[in-house]
């Protein structure tokens, strides 16, 4: 029989366009994108959202395909649920679309092979290749009750400053997409497809690469089924992409190079394939092009972001040339607290816009060799350099020095030295170097070299290399010594050493001026005829002859104001009888001094002078006492007493600050004839606080009288505390009495004796002559919860570790004596919660009770709820793993948890009682209510990897927002405090060793274990 070839033929065709009818949409590799799912929690969900530009095609599509790494094995991640649809949004906004706007196309099992997801859709779906295509992706499987690991992922595609995804994830609960509770977080990108069922007339161009970028040229290529020429457009990032009417430029092969691109910018160059009759969608590729080697001049840097304040930059914002800095540590690895160079710092305060370059070097003992290396520069012999630096501590000053290499950003070819190794102020400070002799391309850098003093932290901003003008402008313009209506302003003249100016001062709401000034052969000044509680502006400029002048500096001029009564030392607030009373916030006054508050101003009173102040000036009649109360409205506030104006921030005869809002309140003796000088301030987070003063008079004065509780008699269970009236002061008697109303009375100094029988504390009262002498003072019940010692532990009986939550004691061995009072670590634990106690004996047969002290009255009784085990039998030596529940309406709080141990026999009634073999532990835990949604987003935080040995953890949070990051070493010392946006963080220069991390998203904070190997 002859065979068909026609119908063979036709089949075969048949056959191949069905193989072939599909569409691959991005082919980058970037992970760690959560989408379509993330396999490193239980469940995910995810919405991508793909354009009708990148598919190019239309029809039904009936499956689709995703690509992950060749570790993903889906083992715990396998259940999906998919819905498409179409939509008009070219990128997401802050929330998931409505699932109702999609419809489900698929719910079941998937596999991978070979690191290939393929799925056939259960409904396929009628495309119409206008629209745009949303893909939704929930993944609900938890048979295993487990998650993959966090090497696990699918590749995506990048989309650079474009929302392509939305993504959310948690380890509690199937997420629900009809009601997603969680804030979802965004990606720039996309998950990688395949589009099966449909396929594209005129394909798009594939593997768009832009590769060999210079500073103003980049090489494109990329790979075209079909098509004989193709178009290509170049856009600046941000630049609204091309539709399908625009026209590019045509080029006939499949690569082509890019001339006269701006240096570090970011582009985008699209493609696209030309057919015959038609043209396919526009494919995209992101770069940037590298700095200029030399870099021209004039060069600006102010290391600023896209947040600055356009009335306070005077760099470009955001910088295009902050890349281009060279950061060297070469500090020693004996460094105790290094760090290098971060530039565009966007903390503390920066001398223009939102960011400066900074330096931290508190605690490393000044073991510092850092370099901040500027980009080649093309000098001429016509520059001078021009920067601002701060010292953060004016009581911890930091040291630099300014090099400059003709040759390469090596340290070892800055030879030439341009500014001396000097300490710089705690104010911003304007440094000017001449560049003269300078005629080549060269580096410079800030260099922070060895010291015997560390510093806290140096600030480098407002960068300018520029040619030197014939008049330079006067530099470190301040104002000084402000009174009721004047001021002292001064200036350092140029580099031309001119001795003329011009300054104007006027009101700061008028524009920086352009005309003439008062002219003046010195450079300072003292402003006379202000207006207290006036705003002003001064400016000065360079008068160098011939109608030749510098332009007015500042920019925005140097802001003051006046101050009001009260606002400084020379005009304070007159307190002139007591008692005083008043009630006022420090915004009413002004930021007149700053730093800290002085030697002798009580605990914690550094940097209390940096907020707005307010001064009261008392002077007294007679040699009295007074006593001095201010109770703040908010946190970190100070009240302080000097006896003169030029002792403020350097010596107090009394003060209070702290962080709380409690009353700040103190007694002092005061004398006639001198004058007091009371001082309200903040540690300048908040900047201004509100208040209520009030000054009295001791009448009753310089009592001495202490209290203290004796040791508990076991036998009666009585316990007694002793009055000790040392000095009666200027009270003639004294009525002492306690909460039982009992009654003593003192007229002369001696000790009285109250007794009191068991837990509960007492309150004891001192009345004096007046309430002035009154005191208080509560005693606590030295007949507490018993030590249950003397029992023998010594074999392996009792605890050789205890865990629960976050208490971890699993290396406690025999406490001393057998009993181990461990109260100081503590763990947080839930109202109706269920726990893990997992517990390791070194002997067989050991019965365990559970106590928890709920209502605090040191008794651990077993008829109330307060026993959470009870006599559980572990019959074999090793470690064991409990259930334990805390009662549902457990008291909240702090309590004692008491853990027991007894051998062969079960644990008795008595929490007291020693038996002989086994062992006794107290610990401390936290009854709390059960977490809230975004406390349980928070509890599934991961850090990975964890323990690292690298430069870089990635810190994943169900929780969309900036996370607040702080480290602790074993000693509780802060090393770290830092603020990131996305998921790494830069550990480089933290040592070796064990760390506590705390995390803190949107007010939810989490503390985890890190170590660093």
Not at 9 to 15: D, M, Q, R
Not at 328 to 350: E, K, R
Not at 526 to 535: A, H, V
Not at 814 to 834: A, I, K, P, R, V
Request: with cysteine.
């Amino acid at each position: 029989m002859k065979k068909n070839y026609i119908l063979t033929l036709l089949i075969s065709f048949l056959f191949a366009f069905s193989f072939q009818a599909q569409v691959v949409v991005g082919e980058g590799t970037v992970v760690n994108e959560e989408m379509p799912i993330e396999p490193f929690y239980k469940f995910s969900y995810s919405q991508v959202i793909y354009t009708a530009n990148d598919i190019n095609a239309s029809g039904s599509i009936t499956g689709l395909k995703y690509n992950a790494n060749t570790e993903t094995d889906l083992a715990n991640s396998d259940y999906w649920d998919i819905w498409v649809g179409h939509t008009s949004l070219d990128a997401h906004g802050a929330a998931f679309v409505d699932i109702s706007e999609l419809t489900q196309v698929y719910s079941g099992n998937v596999t991978i092979s070979e690191g290939e997801v393929s799925i056939t859709l259960d409904t396929p779906f009628e495309y119409n290749g206008t629209d745009n295509l949303m893909v939704a992706v929930n993944e609900t499987s938890n048979v295993n009750d487990a998650y993959d690991l966090s090497s696990h992922d699918f590749y995506c595609t990048a989309t650079t400053g474009v929302n392509r995804g939305l993504v959310t994830f948690n380890d509690g609960a199937v997420i629900d997409p009809s009601n997603v509770t969680a804030t979802p977080q965004a990606r720039e990108s996309y998950a990688n497809i395949t589009f099966e069922g449909i396929t594209q007339s005129c394909s798009n161009p594939q593997a768009v690469t832009v590769t060999n970028v210079t500073d103003s040229t980049a090489e494109v290529s990329w790979t075209s089924p079909n098509g004989d020429s193709w178009e290509y457009i170049v856009l600046e990032a941000g630049e609204d992409a091309p539709g399908e009417s625009d026209t590019g430029t045509s080029v006939s092969t499949t690569y082509t190079t890019l001339t006269g691109l701006n240096d570090v910018t970011s582009y985008i160059v699209y493609v696209r394939t030309v057919c015959s009759s038609e043209v396919s969608g526009w494919i995209e590729a992101f770069f940037t092009t590298d700095c200029a080697q030399p870099m021209a001049i004039p060069f600006h840097e102010g290391f600023n972001g896209d947040a600055a304040d356009p009335a306070n930059t005077t760099m470009p914002a955001p910088s295009n040339s902050a890349d281009c800095w060279t950061v060297i540590d070469n500090s020693p690895s004996t460094a105790p607290s290094n760090q290098g160079w971060v530039v565009g710092y966007q903390f503390g305060t920066p001398y223009e816009g939102d960011r400066s370059a900074r330096l931290y070097t508190n605690f490393n003992t000044g073991e510092n060799d850092d370099w901040l290396i500027s980009p080649q520069l093309n000098l001429t012999g016509q520059e001078r350099l021009k920067f601002r630096v701060l010292s953060a501590d004016a009581n911890d000053l930091n040291h630099m020095e300014v090099l400059l290499s003709q040759n390469t950003n090596d340290p070892a070819d800055f030879t030439e030295v341009i500014v001396e190794n000097s300490q710089f102020s705690a104010e911003w400070t304007q440094i000017i170097v001449d560049l003269s002799a300078y005629s080549s391309a060269s580096y410079i850098a800030f260099h922070v070299p060895p010291s015997s003093q560390d510093g806290n932290s140096i600030y480098i901003d407002e960068i300018i290399v520029e040619v030197t003008p014939s008049c330079p402008e006067p530099t470190n313009v301040t104002i000084s010594n402000l009174t009721s209506s004047s001021a002292d302003a001064s200036w350092v003249a140029g580099s031309s050493g001119e001795t003329a100016w011009e300054y104007v001062v006027q009101d700061a709401s008028l524009d920086a001026p352009t005309g003439s000034g008062t002219a003046v052969s010195t450079n300072s000044v003292t402003l006379t005829g202000l207006t207290q509680g006036g705003e002003y502006d001064f400016y000065v400029r360079a008068d160098c002859g011939a109608g030749d002048y510098s332009p007015y500096v500042p920019i925005s001029g140097v802001y003051f104001m006046i101050p009001p009564v009260g606002g400084v030392c020379t005009d304070p607030l007159i307190v002139d009888a007591l008692p005083y009373n008043t009630t006022d916030t420090t915004a009413n006054y002004q930021d007149d001094y700053s730093g800290s508050a002085g030697a002798n101003c009580g605990e914690s009173a550094a940097y209390y002078l940096n907020g707005d102040d307010v001064v009261y000036a008392y002077s007294p009649t007679s040699d009295t006492s007074i006593n001095i109360s201010m109770t703040p409205d908010a946190t970190y506030s100070g009240i302080f007493v000097y006896d003169s104006c030029d002792d403020i921030g350097v010596e107090c005869i009394a003060g209070i600050g702290v962080s709380n809002t409690d009353e700040r309140v103190f007694d002092m003796n005061v004398y006639y004839g001198n004058t007091y000088y009371i001082v309200i301030s903040t540690w300048a987070s908040p900047q201004s606080v509100g208040y209520d003063l009030s000054i009295t008079e001791n009448t009753c004065s310089d009592p001495v009288i202490n209290f203290s509780v004796n040791a508990c008699n076991s036998a009666t269970d009585e316990y007694t505390v002793d009055v000790d009236i040392t000095d009666m002061g200027s009270s003639t008697q004294y009525t002492v009495t306690d909460d039982l109303g009992n009654v003593q009375y003192a007229q002369a100094a001696g000790v009285l004796t109250f007794t009191f029988t068991g837990t509960q504390s007492h309150i004891i009262t001192v009345e004096g002559d007046d309430a002035n002498c009154n005191q208080t003072y509560t005693a606590i019940s030295a007949c507490q919860a018993c030590h249950a010692s003397g029992i023998n532990c010594t074999l392996g009986d009792g605890f050789l570790g205890l865990v629960i939550g976050d208490i971890d004691n699993s290396g406690s061995g025999c406490s001393d004596d057998g009993y181990g009072n461990f109260t100081t670590m503590t763990t947080d634990l839930e109202q109706n919660g269920t726990y893990d106690l997992t517990i390791t004996t070194g002997y067989s047969n050991q019965y365990i009770r559970v106590w928890i002290d709920l209502n605090d009255d040191y008794v651990f009784d077993t008829n109330s709820d307060e026993l959470i085990l009870d006599n559980h039998l572990i019959a074999s030596v090793g470690t064991s793993t409990i259930q334990v529940t805390i009662p549902s309406d457990a008291n909240l709080g702090s309590h004692v948890m008491r853990a027991k141990a007894n051998w062969n026999s079960v644990v008795p009634d008595d929490a007291c009682e020693a038996t002989s073999y086994g062992e006794t532990e107290d610990y401390t835990v936290v009854i709390v209510e059960s977490l809230g949604i975004n406390d349980l987003e928070l509890s599934d935080l991961r850090i990975y990897p964890n323990p690292v040995d690298g430069n870089y953890v990635t810190i994943k949070s169900p929780i969309n927002g900036d996370k607040y990051v702080k480290l602790f070493d074993i000693n509780g010392r802060r090393v770290l405090s830092t603020t990131i946006t996305g998921d790494v963080l830069d550990i480089s220069s933290i040592n070796s060793g064990f760390y506590m991390v705390e995390i803190t998203i949107n007010g939810y904070t989490n503390i985890s274990k890190l170590i660093i190997q």
